[in-house]
């Protein structure tokens, strides 16, 4: 089983402890030996759904949506996105060198075009800019990619 994560970054504390919780419980669901998580590895959903995965047994395969994305992430996710990509079995690329919501949308447009599944930490509301996780789950399922939509209940986005 393949499955791609798109979803929310910045989210509180609170929401992250919710947030990490429900995507561990839907990981744990799968059988380890088939699965592969598919992800740009940015920092929050992202990384905690790819790490969950590999904590199960799973493996990883990485779409970067720019050759300039790392630059974009914050400082202190440097280090796990570097070990992140180090432990991807494949890699996945654009063709695009600067980073912003175009590449961005082209990445994740890759990523669900690899999938079997998106996992998509959403609140169900609208993207605040190009390329975000509305428009992702929008394209998914525009493509006929089944969505598994992941909010705690009653959380908020700010």
Same mark, same amino acid.
């Given at each position: 089983?393949?499955?791609?994560? $798109?979803?929310?970054?910045? =989210?509180?504390?609170?929401?992250? %402890?919710?947030?990490? !919780? /429900?995507? &561990? ?54 280090? $796990?996105?570097?070990?992140? =990509?180090?432990?991807?079995?494949? %890699?996945?690329?654009? !063709? /695009?060198? &600067? ?60």
């Amino acid at each position: 089983m393949r499955l791609g994560i $798109t979803g929310h970054r910045g =989210l509180s504390q609170e929401v992250e %402890v919710q947030v990490r !919780g /429900l995507l &561990a419980e839907a990981v744990a669901s799968y059988n380890a030996t088939e699965l592969v998580v598919v992800s740009c590895i940015a920092d929050g959903p992202d990384t905690w759904f790819t790490l969950a995965v590999l904590q199960h047994g799973g493996q990883l395969e990485v779409v970067l949506p720019a050759e300039a994305y790392r630059a974009d992430l914050p400082d202190w996710h440097h280090g $796990t996105y570097d070990d992140l =990509l180090r432990r991807a079995t494949a %890699v996945h690329r654009t !063709g /695009l060198d &600067a980073s912003g919501s175009r590449a961005h949308m082209a990445g994740s447009e890759i990523l669900v075009d690899q999938v079997d599944q998106l996992i998509a930490v959403w609140d169900g509301q609208p993207a605040r800019g190009y390329g975000g996780s509305a428009d992702v789950v929008a394209y998914a399922r525009e493509k006929g990619v089944p969505v598994t939509v992941i909010w705690p209940a009653g959380a908020t986005r700010d």
